[in-house]
């Protein structure tokens, strides 16, 4: 993604921000990134649902899990 404004210019026009806003500011960038992890997570669960009923995965046990990620 490009940015269209440096991080570092972003950073001081927070600075001039009224403390208020600032926390304003704050709480709706914190809205924004747990929108977009919720998203992100949505798409894995649509994905990884789509490679099961493909038949590229398999169901296996909790312990058989475990086993296959300390290999």
């Known amino acids: 993604m490009q940015n269209s404004i440096q991080f570092g210019h972003l950073l001081e026009a927070v600075d001039n921000l009224e403390l208020q806003e600032q926390e304003t500011f ?3 960038l914190q809205k924004r990134i747990s929108e977009r992890r919720r998203e ?20 296996v046990t ?10």
């Not at 909790?62 to 290999?71: C, F, G, M, N, V």
């Open 62 to 71: 909790p312990e058989e899990l475990i086993k296959e990620i300390l290999k």
């Open 40 to 59: 992100e997570i949505s798409e894995d669960v649509r994905n990884a649902e789509k490679e099961f009923e493909a038949g590229l995965c398999k169901q």
């Open 26 to 28: 704050i709480d709706i």
